[in-house]
């Protein structure tokens, strides 16, 4: 059974540090892309920052850029986000996801996607004074 | 960035009736969309992929169609299970993917 749990969240201050972590378990984590997508409270679900498999590739949302790191630890089958120079606008649940790259059709063509199958519980981050 | 406008932002209808939502994209985005579905306190929870495809285990009554700038999602038979938001999801050769603002689904 695939499993995400992400830990690390709570309360910090406005220009704080946060290091958030997700256990992966289940599946060969080593073969995935993964995600971090976030919600404030009450709103709707913003993609955060993406690492490929082998950690060689990171993308981010601009606003996040130059205050988050992604990272990954395959020998740990762990997924972690760095968050830096916190602002109250970065409060909310983060979740992990695992992202699927591609799947084969019912004719045995490889076809290319990108969904988020598999989500963590999500653990919240309140940036606030 | 595309952008992804999704409507209503919430409906509320009776157990049975036939619901659709639908998303449009700021550009053209072929069938690279998908849907969720999140109950509250939930993690969201994949139905349809690239526009139309059945996630293994959801019920048939809910179902994607579209390609473009505009898609639909249907669920055929509201059951009282089904009371969440739904999310569309657009994803591109590059980054970010975003997401519908979302519409909130109850029984009338």
């Known amino acids: 059974e695939v499993q995400l749990v992400e830990s690390g969240g709570g309360l910090v201050q406005p220009g704080g540090s946060l290091r958030l972590s997700c256990a992966a378990s289940g599946f060969t984590f080593s073969s995935y892309w993964m995600s971090w997508v976030r919600q404030a409270p009450g709103k709707g679900l913003e993609w955060v920052a993406n690492?490929?498999?082998?950690?060689?590739?990171?993308y981010y949302v601009d606003s996040v850029k130059g205050r988050f790191t992604i990272s990954r630890d395959n020998a740990k089958n762990s997924l972690y986000l760095q968050m830096n120079s916190l602002r109250a606008e970065d409060t909310a649940v983060y979740y992990c996801?695992?992202?699927?790259?591609?799947?084969?059709?019912?004719?045995?063509?490889?076809?290319?996607?990108?969904?988020?199958?598999?989500w963590g519980q999500g653990t919240l981050v309140t940036v606030s004074s | 960035d595309i952008q992804m406008t999704q409507s209503p932002s919430s409906l509320s209808a009776s157990v049975g009736d036939r619901v659709t939502i639908t998303c449009q994209a700021s550009q053209d985005i072929s069938n690279y969309l998908n849907w969720y579905q999140q109950k509250p306190g939930k993690a969201p929870k994949l139905l349809i992929y690239?526009?139309?495809n059945l996630e293994t285990g959801v019920p048939s009554r809910f179902s994607g169609s579209g390609s473009g700038t505009d898609f639909t999602f249907t669920i055929s038979s509201l059951q009282p299970e089904d009371i969440a938001t739904y999310y569309c999801q657009q994803y591109d050769n590059l980054p970010p993917v975003t997401f519908g603002g979302g519409t909130k689904v109850e029984i009338k």
């Open positions: 690492i490929k498999q082998d950690g060689s590739e990171k």
């Open positions: 996801a695992r992202e699927c790259r591609g799947y084969y059709d019912s004719s045995g063509y490889y076809i290319t996607t990108r969904y988020f199958d598999y």
């Open positions: 690239d526009a139309s």
